[in-house]
C-alpha cells in the first residue's frame, strides 16, 4: 500500500508514517470520518511498554490528541475512547519520566511503575527496557 488517501469497500483511510525519528516506518492508519486512529509503537494502555525516547513521545501523543479522535486503537491494543487514551498514555510517560528521574536503577523504577499501574500486564517489558533508560 502506498502512503495517501485510498478508499477500500467505501471506507475512506488515510496511510500515514509519523514524520519524527524514533517512529519512522511504523504505518498509521487514520479514518477520518469515524475520527478514529489505528497506530503503532507510540504508547499503549493497559500493558507497561516503557519506550524511549520519553519527552518526544509526549510531544507526539499531545500532537495526536489535539486531533481530537474519538477511537484509537494502539497496535495490539483495544480500541479505547479518544480522549481517554492520549491522558492514560501521556500520564503513563509521564509517570516513567518521573521514575527514571527520582530513582538510580531499574528495578526502583519498576517498583514506581507497578505502584503506580497495578492493574498493567507486561512485568518482563518493564524487565527488559527498562535498563536501556540507566545506561550512561
Given at each position: 500500500m502506498q502512503l495517501g488517501e485510498d478508499t477500500i469497500d467505501g471506507v475512506s483511510l488515510v496511510l500515514?508514517?509519523?514524520?519524527?525519528?524514533?517512529l519512522k516506518g511504523n504505518l498509521y492508519i487514520e479514518f477520518p470520518a469515524q475520527k478514529a486512529i489505528i497506530h503503532h509503537?507510540?504508547?499503549?494502555?493497559?500493558?507497561?511498554?516503557?519506550?524511549p525516547p520519553?519527552?518526544?513521545?509526549?510531544?507526539?501523543?499531545k500532537a495526536y490528541e489535539a486531533?481530537?479522535?474519538?477511537?484509537?486503537?494502539?497496535?495490539h491494543g483495544v480500541a479505547l475512547e479518544g480522549r481517554a487514551y492520549f491522558a492514560k498514555a501521556i500520564d503513563y510517560y509521564t509517570t516513567l519520566a518521573k521514575a527514571i528521574a527520582?530513582?538510580?536503577?531499574?528495578a526502583a523504577a519498576k517498583a514506581?511503575?507497578?505502584a503506580a499501574y497495578p492493574d498493567y500486564a507486561g512485568d518482563a517489558?518493564?524487565?527488559?527496557?527498562l535498563p536501556g533508560f540507566f545506561k550512561k
Open positions: 500515514t508514517n509519523p514524520e519524527v525519528s524514533f509503537h507510540l504508547a499503549y494502555v493497559g500493558a507497561h511498554v516503557p519506550m520519553i519527552e518526544p513521545r509526549i510531544e507526539v501523543l486531533r481530537d479522535y474519538n477511537w484509537v486503537m494502539a497496535g527520582e530513582t538510580t536503577d531499574p514506581r511503575m507497578k517489558l518493564l524487565d527488559r527496557m
